[in-house]
């Protein structure tokens, strides 16, 4: 439960900071406009969502429907997410045969039960993954790491506290590889 | 019946847009932050709003609500015929079934629910059981059927709620047309909704347009499919057959706390007030315990003065806060029947009726 709630907390906290800058601009730019309609608030719009392979399905099939927001909360596995499908095509979404899989691969990368990996730019989450395998999976069981929910501070304190017990993380290849971390395996 | 724009919608309902967290913007689904849980009835534009489909747009002079199925004479009423009945006033809280599903883990597929899709009204209405009188209940009656304005998207099934008989004809189930003296907001389901006080929210449809009488139960999607418990506790992430689950009906017995807020920062020597509500379905609350010190000892807290059948109540109690650092703040109700908020939800693939032990985590700095 914490984690989960601390995540809502932190990207609301986010939210509100962003409205409350966009507020604190129109009072400066636009002061003599004080009555003017309310303020729409600045979150992602219906229609935000990552870019990627499978985003033009989602866009076209299921935004007509939904929200993406509702999309967005969810955090399922690959099965749950080909369940879902699986009940919106049996409910009229018209979702072709040829479309499911990258669908269903998107929607489990995106808003899967892992963070995505896939925000990281991709040359950079391909070499930390290389990274993870030969300079860390050399000791650890992946198991291990896995099951760790650290932020980027936490990971950077892991990955320094390792280098000083002997891991070979090249300062070049430090900054990759907890971003890595700190998306894949997350609070 | 068209849809309203969410902004045109906001503005006939008088919804606050800026304060309820958006967890769907269309369909419309907003949550009340659990901080603006401050009064025993929460205010209409702060109050949560489930909707499975869009908002329907009802001019109150089309309007009509047709009875028909195991009933002697078929009614259709309009909505001055409705009001010509005896009309009566409960406070009741409304709770969705799916409150606290972003807590469950593994995570369930649904609206990710916070704590606070829940609230307390006063609803003004018909008791449903005059209306079905009005048209005979056959003895064959076993099920009232609701069905709303709001149609399914796309070739989703239509959102149809299936009551046992008995519940339908309790003196409390009403037919609601007013929400704290004001006419029902549209988010809310004008001109009129049914109001099934102590269960959970999804039973008491909006925009009410049609009862059905029936002899058995309805076989849609939201009453074999949706709205249901595995028959006994399950493994979290256990996939269970629709033939070994049972509806959800009386939500649980249940506390939040409202304040301090979450990671609220006190002073050490000084004296905050923990407050909340508690509330268990159809039974009354008995008592609320409280822990300042991640649960290791509990104390009583003050239940509040107002109360009714189905309403929350709510708890206060006054920490002085002694020991600097970071503490956990927890809360668990009793009802009067013995049934106790327990440490862990039982996780179920719906994801319904979260009901663990609240926390809320506050720092208490030296002076």
């Known amino acids: 439960m914490s984690r989960r709630s601390r995540n809502t907390i932190g990207s609301r906290r986010g939210l509100l900071l962003g409205c409350l800058g966009a507020v604190w601009l129109l009072s400066v730019t636009a002061r003599a406009q004080v009555d003017a309609a309310p303020q729409l608030q600045a979150v992602p719009s219906e229609t935000d969502i990552p870019a990627g392979e499978g985003s033009e399905i989602l866009r076209r099939r299921c935004l007509g429907c939904h929200a993406a927001d509702l999309m967005r909360q969810q955090r399922l596995s690959r099965s749950g997410w080909e369940r879902e499908l699986t009940k919106m095509i049996s409910w009229g979404a018209a979702v072709e045969d040829s479309e499911k899989k990258e669908l269903v691969d998107y929607l489990a990368a995106h808003f899967g039960v892992e963070r995505p990996s896939q925000q990281l730019p991709a040359d950079i989450a391909r070499s930390a993954s290389e990274l993870l395998e030969t300079k860390c999976q050399s000791c650890h069981d992946v198991r291990l790491i896995e099951v760790q929910r650290l932020d980027v501070t936490g990971w950077a304190r892991e990955v320094d506290k390792m280098n000083n017990w002997g891991a070979r993380v090249a300062a070049s290849e430090k900054d990759g590889l907890i971003r890595y971390l700190a998306t894949r395996f997350a609070q | 019946m068209g849809l309203g724009s969410p902004r045109e919608l906001f503005a006939q309902g008088g919804l606050s847009k800026d304060q309820l967290i958006v967890r769907s913007a269309r369909p419309q689904d907003l949550e009340t932050p659990a901080h603006l849980l401050t009064s025993w009835i929460t205010p209409n534009e702060l109050f949560y709003v489930r909707s499975h489909f869009y908002t329907p747009a009802i001019r109150e002079a089309e309007w009509t609500l047709r009875v028909d199925g195991e009933v002697d004479a078929s009614l259709t009423l309009t909505f001055d015929t409705v009001r010509?009945?005896?009309?009566?006033?409960?406070?009741?809280?409304?709770?969705?079934?799916?409150?606290?599903?972003?807590?469950?883990?593994?995570?369930?597929?649904?609206?990710?629910?916070?704590?606070?899709?829940?609230?307390?009204?006063?609803?003004?209405?018909?008791?449903?059981?005059?209306?079905?009188?009005?048209?005979?209940?056959?003895?064959?009656?076993?099920?009232?059927?609701?069905?709303?304005?709001?149609?399914?998207?796309?070739?989703?099934?239509?959102?149809?709620?299936?009551?046992?008989?008995?519940?339908?004809?309790?003196?409390?189930?009403?037919?609601?047309?007013?929400?704290?003296?004001?006419?029902?907001?549209?988010?809310?389901?004008?001109?009129?909704?049914?109001?099934?006080?102590?269960?959970?929210?999804?039973?008491?449809?909006?925009?009410?347009?049609?009862?059905?009488?029936?002899?058995?139960?309805?076989?849609?999607?939201?009453?074999?499919?949706?709205?249901?418990?595995?028959?006994?506790?399950?493994?979290?992430?256990?996939?269970?057959?629709?033939?070994?689950?049972?509806?959800?009906?009386?939500?649980?017995?249940?506390?939040?706390?409202?304040?301090?807020?979450?990671?609220?920062?006190?002073?050490?020597?000084?004296?905050?007030?923990?407050?909340?509500?508690?509330?268990?379905?159809?039974?009354?609350?008995?008592?609320?315990?409280?822990?300042?010190?991640?649960?290791?000892?509990?104390?009583?807290?003050?239940?509040?003065?107002?109360?009714?059948?189905?309403?929350?109540?709510?708890?206060?109690?006054?920490?002085?806060?002694?020991?600097?650092?970071?503490?956990?703040?927890?809360?668990?109700?009793?009802?009067?029947?013995?049934?106790?908020?327990?440490?862990?939800?039982?996780?179920?693939?719906?994801?319904?009726l979260w009901n663990a032990i609240d926390q809320v985590r506050v720092h208490v700095s030296p002076q």
Request: glycine share 10%.
């Open chain 2, 84 to 352: 010509q009945f005896a009309s009566k006033t409960i406070a009741a809280t409304l709770e969705c079934a799916g409150n606290g599903r972003s807590f469950h883990d593994p995570p369930v597929a649904g609206v990710q629910w916070g704590k606070g899709a829940v609230g307390t009204a006063r609803w003004t209405g018909v008791p449903l059981a005059e209306v079905l009188r009005k048209a005979g209940i056959k003895p064959s009656a076993r099920y009232v059927w609701f069905d709303g304005a709001d149609v399914g998207v796309g070739t989703a099934p239509d959102f149809i709620r299936s009551l046992p008989i008995e519940k339908a004809m309790h003196q409390d189930t009403l037919l609601a047309y007013e929400m704290n003296g004001e006419r029902l907001p549209t988010p809310h389901g004008f001109p009129l909704r049914a109001i099934v006080p102590g269960w959970e929210g999804a039973y008491s449809m909006k925009w009410l347009t049609h009862i059905t009488v029936s002899d058995r139960n309805h076989d849609g999607a939201f009453v074999q499919a949706a709205y249901r418990l595995p028959r006994w506790p399950v493994s979290p992430g256990t996939l269970v057959s629709p033939a070994d689950t049972v509806p959800v009906t009386e939500l649980s017995v249940k506390s939040i706390v409202t304040e301090p807020g979450a990671d609220s920062v006190i002073h050490a020597g000084g004296s905050v007030t923990i407050a909340g509500f508690a509330w268990s379905g159809e039974a009354q609350i008995r008592r609320v315990d409280l822990s300042t010190d991640n649960g290791r000892t509990w104390s009583s807290a003050r239940l509040g003065r107002d109360q009714a059948p189905y309403a929350w109540r709510r708890f206060e109690f006054v920490w002085r806060a002694m020991e600097p650092g970071s503490h956990v703040v927890l809360s668990r109700a009793t009802d009067a029947r013995g049934r106790i908020q327990p440490v862990v939800a039982e996780w179920n693939p719906g994801g319904y």
